[in-house]
């Protein structure tokens, strides 16, 4: 059975800081990755996609790592802004299923 | 030009009635899911259709009926309320293409169950 653990639960950050949110799933047996983003309230956004063939992506700001002999991902976000305040959630795709984990709430502060 | 909406946003209701959800895409996208986060906000995959067929269904009590009127469509009735299904419901959409696809995922419905 997949599990996904994300580390830390929660962050405080000031801003302009560079942080890094980490997530771990038990089986490797994966065919992609996703980061996620949950606002208070809404619904999720999709911030990066990483197919279990690749190594890393990036958007903007964002960079997601994959090493899934490991079983990890980081989600790398550098020049921490207010804006980015939210929960992210790290989810792997096993054949229909996304399998999420609980997510890391980041609290970024002026 | 919402890629997936729900309706309603907020639903408040009574333990032991009858409740539906309603979800509609238009991405295009040929699958379509259901999850619930509940009050930990752990979000888990209740069931998945594709072109209006299912093939999840994680053990979900059998209250709760998705119904696919259409591939843009998937609804969620759920019988006789619980406390226990007080969450929030998200619906979500995905190519189904040798599973590489962004599921895109619509802003939620909350469901206090009185």
């Known amino acids: 059975k997949q599990e996904v653990t994300q580390i830390p639960a929660a962050l405080s950050v000031p801003e302009g800081e560079n942080l890094v949110l980490n997530c ?9 990755l996703q980061w996620f983003r949950q606002d208070p309230g809404k619904g999720l956004t999709s911030l990066l996609l990483i197919q279990s063939s690749q190594r890393e992506q990036t958007s903007g700001r ?47 502060n002026p | 030009d919402t890629a997936v909406s729900q309706t309603p946003k907020y639903l408040v209701t009574q333990m032991g009635n009858d409740k539906s959800i309603k979800c509609e ?3 295009g996208h040929d699958t379509m899911y259901w999850y619930k986060q509940d009050s930990k906000k752990f979000l888990k995959i209740m069931f998945s259709y594709n072109n209006k067929e299912l093939i999840i269904n994680e053990t979900v009590p059998n209250r709760f009926s998705p119904k696919s009127p259409d591939k843009a469509h998937l609804n969620l009735h759920i019988n006789s309320l619980e406390l226990g299904d007080s969450a929030v419901y998200f619906c979500a959409s ?7 696809e962004t599921q895109y995922f619509g802003p939620g419905t909350r469901l206090l169950v009185l």
Do not use: H, M, W
């Open chain 1, 62 to 108: 964002l960079n997601a790592s994959l090493d899934k002999s490991s079983g990890r991902s980081t989600l790398y976000i550098a020049a921490s802004q207010p804006g980015d305040s939210a929960t992210y959630l790290c989810a792997v795709r096993r054949a229909e299923k996304l399998v999420f984990g609980k997510g890391t709430k980041l609290t970024v």
């Open chain 2, 25 to 27: 895409q238009n991405l």
């Open chain 1, 24 to 32: 771990s799933f038990t089986d490797s047996a994966i065919y992609n």
């Open chain 2, 94 to 100: 995905s190519l189904q293409t040798a599973y590489q």
